[in-house]
């Protein structure tokens, strides 16, 4: 039986390409800043997002902890839209690591109202915490990866009065994709971004946090801090710098297969209400009355999905899928609901 692993854009595998750049990678002790490929891929990222400069981490989620405990005193609050995955998906670790408090706002579109941040930075004025980061997500996972607008984005940035942005960039390639506008622009009214390189770029792992030169600086120690300091890793940024070279530019391929994805699903359910149009990048997440039912006749059919919420579930394209495995699932769910 074929099997057709829609569960999530993580589960792909590093390239030949990569395979062969990690087994003559040039590699140092991180730790002493001596690792000249991990030097590189900074340096690559850093340039591409037009920061000062970058810090290689293990994940995403470190990624982002590291940027609240940059950007916030314990005490703070943080804007966030409320099913962001620094919200919703790193199991409280920013209260753990960071100390901070959300104050969460209403994402189904994938992004923040502009207002509705003003108002809790207004609030400030009236007895309420001080807000010290606005965090946003590009693209946005849970609402089916959304790229934001960069004039929406612009127009957040507009209100925060001095107060710092994070970007959540884990698939900000798929962003940079779907809308033509470049990463260095999105990145422009953030004061940090992080990319992921383990998620649709293929690589076997590592996230990225840019910045200016002194917020890195910062972010180092708080990589310590959280032991996510690593020795050769050049091994890993080797296969994370294939990622940014080369695998950006088919990321459409995801987003075109991902959209047959969408209209079949909006052929087999019509009661979630699902708009294909709304899926832009290579997430396609719809609701759904019985997900566990619904995951065990797909996977019986070895397809294999995903939920992200009790009523929520994700089908996630990537390059290990192909058309005929969309074809597949296509005519899987079209004879599912006959
Ligand atoms: C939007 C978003 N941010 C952060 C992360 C965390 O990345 P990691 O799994 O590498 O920690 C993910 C992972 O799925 C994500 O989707």
Redesign the pocket.
Known sequence: MRRVDLR?D?VTQPTAAMREAMATAQVGDDGFGEDPTVARLEARYAALVGKEAALFVP????A?QIALRVLSQPGDVVVAGRN???VE??LGAAARNAGIQFATLDDRRGVLDASAVAELIAAEAHHRPHVSLVCV?NTH?PSGGTPWELAELRELAGVLEGRALHI?G??LFNAVAATGVSAADYAAPATTVMS?L??GLCAPAG?LLAASAELIARARVERKRLGGAMRQVGVLAAAGLIGLETMTARLSEDHHRARRLAEAVARAFPASSYDPGTCRTNIVAFEHAAPSQLLDALAERGILADTIGPTRVRLVTHAQIGDEDVDYVTDALDTLTR
């Open positions: 999530s993580t994940s995403g989620v470190m982002n962001q995955h620094v998906f790193e997500e996972m959540d884990a698939r992921c383990s998620k996230s």
